[in-house]
């Protein structure tokens, strides 16, 4: 069965990347031709040829018919987009108290700085957009706007208390074209400005400069961003409200959420500008690290411990938590300290191996009942022997062997932290599960990507190991559940996985889709990795071999570094279909995004049967996310210059 | 000798002790994960059986053979016997829906990326407008979108009522061809009694035309004369094909006289020596492999020395042998039965169909035609089941993972078409090629040749993605697996079999891929 399906594995992406990379070549390769004066250039592009004249006469009508019905239908009186305006925080935090809202800001500030600090230091310097771009988008958008302005037919006339008139046939009676072109006023100012705006570039700055001069894309982004955040201030956006219901009648979007996006965009900004300063100074590579780090934990600390809110008991972290850590960190370092003394030998080995007999037996006792141990303790036993089993592949000087020991004692540090944080109990004043909306989709994404990556990387590595079993139990494993639908598996864990534990073991509905997502997404992300790990070179095993690095050397230092790069832009993708199949989650009845507005909604006794509004906008969200993560792919990839022979 | 030396002459003459030696810790570490995952497996196998015991959930496959008390939205047969009947629905529902999507998808796939690499500017944009739109968003919130759009945008069913007779009708060409918020109704071509009378008739037209064509082809290769190879061996399955139609009962005689007594030899097959026949077979397929495996070994200088690695793939090739035996002769003397039976059962099936439509031609067609009709339950005007009913899932989800998956392919097309050099479109240029000759002789089928593999990626995806059917819905296997696993508790009975379902479905169209991948190869000389 493998060797059937191997032959088609992949290929997709390579393909695609290849030839996104051969029409940018081709692009590159006549940057001197200026552009062609309008006429012309609509008879290169558009009239050419007897066919392509056809083409563009079908074509351009047909899309034009097609954008004035998806106008009229959208700015029609019986659309009900208050259903959106008004349920905003519910399609995206669901029912997470508006009292303790600020944990989100908070939560999604955190986001924001790590994100604008990333960017900031980022490497990959693009060109930017030229000028000659920017011109043609607001020319664009300024033409669609004056376009769609004269397509939409007269609204319909509303009486004093806000009914829509009705003829004799139950039409409703229109304005006059006169008036609708004369009350589209805001339209018309708005269309005109990016009109202008873009010919006075074009025109104003002659061919060569309009080509050659260019803004980076994401200063470009922020302006973009600042004028959607200014509309806060002087737009009223609908009414505000919460879970369908409208509170105060006055209160608008515009009201609620004006000063947080404002301090949301200026905390953007200002980490970026802080992350360009710190790029240019030789502490910019440990900044990175430490960027990626915290980025790691982020999902973790916002999730546990600034959303969820827990009750901490003082006593008991007094008593119990912080002598256990601090046990752990000075014991435990203290063995790795000294098990990483080159030239131990046969007892380093022996009390590593002690520890883990110890670590697997905390474990086997705890399971049968024999003694009790606390789940901290042996989840750090473990890691511990695990370590220490492998810590010989450390040795070295006597500074390095302190590095180690300090990063053992952050790790126990941090996990003492977040399981003392996941213990105690939430404080959150919501229904069941406190987060909902888009914040389980976005969790939901993170750990899957988080936990399946490890998970990925331990398949691919046994499915292109020389041990048999290794092989034959990953390979078996990778194609059974590429083999079956996703959706399959979800209703596995989901529904069945109860089942499977023993007495008085439960898991959350919620947690166990999280297991079957981050298991699922292991199987395709062991793919990718798989691709790399063969892209690594035969001379590079044969040089570590010559120099005598262990296989576990060989492994983390030489050939995983090389094989990650290589995989990072599947990766990517990988991210990306993560996140459009948590949408599955609907399915199996958690309330995500999709479900609240394709069900939620539609159920509130104010909009009942409103779900095509809500639906349009998960589409536009889904998009943004999808479409700029894909964006971001094609230019880390370009970076990377993976594909360049 | 100085330090390093000694050092060296130890390491390479002394034994490590044991447990660093490299081939025990290997195998040491091999079996105890063998062993800790079949364990754990096990482990879990008995907790599920235990609490399931204790919610007193019935488990095992009888279900299959029980009426489910279910009745389904559409498919083959809606009010199904059993529990069986009801799954094969839903999976000859998958299938349709998979076949279907998968031609179409590649159909409509092509065009868009064909279009995206267009010269004309509004076309490419257009065509890439529709992809970045497509497959940036979930499938899940396509399908959705679909099912509620056609609900809002197609006419009420029946909406059309006689006033004198009270009779409904629905357009655009009543009784034929209905579009409604219901779904579509078109008439359905199903095969009849005399189908594989004509189907034996067609079956030797195609060996016929196949010589045809191979003689044809030798002509054209000889005399450079166009001979149309495949056109001539079209048209000699197509006469056989029409004359078949007025003949096909000569070939009645087949059930009876082949089938039927192929099906009671079988029937009169004791057990036994099957089981010692499957055993023995078990055993002989193992020694085989074990001996092609040591031939391969063997060099010019004699028998190479046998790795660990090599020890292990023959002893686990014996232990295979001995598994598959003490299965089959004491663990599940049951499988031998059913095979014998199945086999009757597959035979007897045969008999039955080459049996029928002995009578005149008229009667018994090899093809018939049933019409829609409107059936009307209580005040409501509904699709009646004589037609061929895509209902509003149907079209959500046909609409949802065509559009979506010709959305990936249209990408691989224009990755193959940009794969093919540059040097090929300026030879075809250079002898004078028309545009559209030059992409339907030169270009797609070099790009084809590339983009295969991943194609046949996208057919698997699309046919696991009909799955999604369960939020309109639509009566896929998923659908009705979980209607039947709410109703029984079987919920890992069910589960195995839609993981055996689709894991068959993907090794099919692996299968079929990979086939014409071999065949559209450049065969290097």
């Known amino acids: 069965m493998s060797s059937e399906l191997e032959h088609l594995d992949g290929g997709t992406a390579e393909l695609i990347a290849n030839a996104d990379d051969r029409e940018a070549e081709e692009a590159a390769s006549r940057p001197d031709e200026p552009s062609l004066p309008p006429l012309e250039w609509l008879r290169a592009n558009l009239f050419s040829s007897v066919l392509n004249t056809i083409l563009t006469i079908v074509f351009g009508l047909a899309g034009v018919l097609a954008f004035q019905r998806l106008l009229n239908w959208a700015f029609s009186h019986e659309r009900e987009w208050d259903a959106v305006r008004v349920n905003m925080r519910a399609l995206f935090t669901f029912t997470y108290p508006s009292s303790q809202y600020g944990r989100i800001w908070i939560t999604l500030g955190i986001a924001l700085t790590l994100a604008g600090l990333s960017l900031g230091l980022s490497r990959m310097v693009g060109q930017g957009f030229s000028l000659k771009r920017i011109s043609t988008w607001f020319m664009a958008w300024g033409g669609a706007v004056i376009a769609g302005i004269l397509l939409v037919q007269p609204h319909a006339k509303r009486s004093a208390n806000g009914e829509v008139l009705l003829d004799a046939d139950f039409e409703p009676v229109r304005e006059s074209f006169g008036t609708a072109m004369a009350d589209r006023g805001w339209w018309w100012l708005i269309g005109v400005l990016l009109l202008v705006v873009g010919v006075t570039m074009w025109v104003g700055l002659g061919d060569l400069k309009r080509r050659t001069t260019f803004i980076g894309a994401i200063p470009f982004t922020l302006g973009v961003l600042a004028v959607l955040v200014s509309t806060l201030w002087w737009f009223h956006w609908g009414n505000y409200g919460e879970q369908g219901d409208i509170i105060e009648p006055g209160r608008t979007v515009k009201d609620s959420a004006k000063l947080p996006w404002t301090a949301m965009w200026v905390v953007l900004t200002a980490a970026y500008i802080v992350g360009r300063q710190i790029a240019v100074t030789d502490r910019a590579g440990s900044v990175r690290v430490l960027v990626n780090f915290s980025w790691l934990l982020t999902p973790f600390v916002t999730f546990w411990v600034i959303l969820r809110d827990p009750a901490i008991d003082y006593a008991h972290v007094w008593s119990t938590d912080l002598p256990m850590a601090v046990a752990f960190i000075i014991g435990g370092g203290a063995v790795l300290f000294l098990l990483t003394k080159p030239g131990l030998g046969e007892v380093g080995r022996i009390i590593s191996i002690g520890l883990f007999g110890v670590a697997i037996f905390n474990w086997v006792a705890a399971f049968f009942g024999i003694y009790p141990m606390l789940q901290k303790a042996r989840i750090s036993f473990l890691l511990l022997a695990l370590i220490a089993l492998a810590a010989h592949n450390f040795a070295g000087e006597r500074k390095q062997r302190l590095r180690f020991v300090l990063a053992w004692a952050g790790v126990m540090a941090i996990l003492h932290y977040l399981v003392t944080m996941i213990n105690a109990p939430s404080t959150v004043d919501a229904p069941d599960e406190f987060v909902g909306g888009f914040l389980v989709t976005v969790y939901i994404a993170a750990f899957t990507m988080i936990f399946s990556f490890p998970l990925g990387i331990l398949l691919a590595l046994g499915r292109t190991s020389t041990l048999p079993i290794f092989r034959v139990l990953s390979t078996i494993y990778i194609e059974t559940v590429r083999g079956v639908p996703f959706i399959t598996i979800l209703f596995f864990f989901s529904t069945f996985l109860n089942i499977f534990l023993p007495d008085g073991m439960e898991i959350e509905q919620l947690a166990a889709a999280g297991l079957g997502f981050a298991l699922f997404s292991a199987a395709y992300l062991a793919e990718n990795i798989r691709g790399g790990l063969q892209a690594v070179r035969r001379g590079q095993y044969e040089a570590s071999d010559a120099l005598g690095l262990t296989t576990v050397q060989r492994t983390g230092f030489i050939v995983l570094p090389q094989a990650l790069r290589v995989s990072i832009p599947p990766l990517v993708g990988a991210t990306i279909s993560t996140f459009k199949e948590t949408s599955l989650l609907a399915i199996i009845g958690i309330i995500d995004f999709l479900r609240v507005a394709n069900s939620v909604v539609p159920g509130q006794t104010v909009f009942l049967g409103v779900r095509m509004e809500g639906l349009l906008f998960v589409c536009m969200i889904y998009w943004v996310g999808a479409y700029s993560m894909s964006k971001f792919s094609q230019r880390l990839e370009r970076h990377l210059g993976v594909g360049e022979h | ?525």
């Open chain 2, 1 to 525: 000798m100085t330090d390093t030396q000694t050092s060296l002459h130890r390491a390479a003459t002394e034994k490590p002790p044991f447990y660093r030696d490299a081939t025990v810790v290997k195998w040491l570490v091999q079996i105890t994960t063998l062993a800790v995952t079949l364990f754990a497996i096990a482990f879990l196998v008995r907790e599920a059986g235990d609490s399931l015991q204790a919610k007193s959930i019935q488990t095992g496959f009888g279900f299959l053979e029980v009426d489910p008390a279910i009745s389904l939205g559409e498919g083959i047969d809606t009010d199904p016997a059993t529990g069986g009947r009801a799954l094969w629905v839903g999976m000859v529902n998958t299938i349709r829906m998979a076949a279907a999507g998968i031609f179409l998808a590649t159909i409509l796939g092509t065009l868009i990326g064909i279009g995206r690499l267009s010269s004309n500017w509004l076309v490419a944009k257009l065509a890439s407008g529709f992809i970045e739109y497509m497959r940036n968003i979930p499938l899940l919130v396509h399908i959705i979108l679909f099912f509620v759009t056609i609900a809002v945008v197609f006419p009420d069913f029946g909406e059309n009522v006689d006033p004198i007779t009270g009779e409904v009708s629905q357009g655009p060409w009543n009784g034929v061809f209905h579009v409604s918020n219901k779904g579509f109704s078109v008439p359905r071509v199903h095969i009849d009694n005399g189908f594989y009378q004509w189907l034996i008739i067609v079956a030797i037209g195609s060996v016929l035309g196949r010589w045809v064509s191979k003689r044809r082809q030798a002509l054209q290769d000889r005399t450079g004369q166009e001979t149309y190879p495949v056109l001539s061996a079209l048209g000699v399955i197509a006469v056989f094909a029409a004359v078949g139609w007025f003949i096909h009962p000569i070939f009645g005689f087949v059930g009876d006289a082949i089938f039927a007594p192929i099906r009671d030899l079988i029937d009169g097959t004791p057990q036994g020596p099957v089981q010692i026949l499957l055993s023995v077979a078990a055993g002989v397929v193992a020694a085989l492999w074990i001996r092609r495996f040591l031939a391969a070994r063997r060099t010019p200088g004699g028998a190479a020395k046998l790795t660990d690695d090599d020890w292990f793939r023959v002893i686990f090739a014996g232990i295979a042998a001995t598994i598959a035996c003490v299965v089959i002769l004491v663990l599940w003397p049951g499988l031998s039965s059913w095979l014998i039976n199945s086999s009757r059962d597959f035979f007897d099936v045969l008999a039955n169909k080459f049996g029928d439509g002995r009578g005149s031609v008229g009667d018994d067609p090899p093809f018939s035609v049933s019409m829609p009709d409107i059936e009307k339950r209580g005040n409501f005007a509904n699709m009646g089941p004589s037609g061929l009913n895509l209902t509003q899932g149907f079209a959500a989800v046909f609409f949802g993972v065509v559009l979506y998956t010709a959305a990936f392919i249209a990408e691989i097309v224009r990755g193959g078409i940009l794969a093919v050099p540059k040097g090929q479109t300026e030879a075809a240029e250079a002898i004078g090629l028309r545009r559209s000759t030059m992409l339907r002789r030169v270009i797609l089928p070099q790009a084809f040749r590339v983009s295969l593999p991943p194609l046949g990626n996208q057919y698997l995806n699309l046919t696991k993605n009909t799955s999604l059917a369960i939020a309109v819905g639509y009566t896929d296997v998923v659908q009705v697996g979980q209607t039947i696993f709410n109703q029984t508790g079987r919920s890992l009975e069910v589960f195995i079999i839609w993981m055996l379902f689709y894991l068959a479905c993907s090794l099919t169209i692996s299968v079929v891929v990979n086939f014409f991948n071999v065949r559209l190869k450049i065969v290097e000389r």
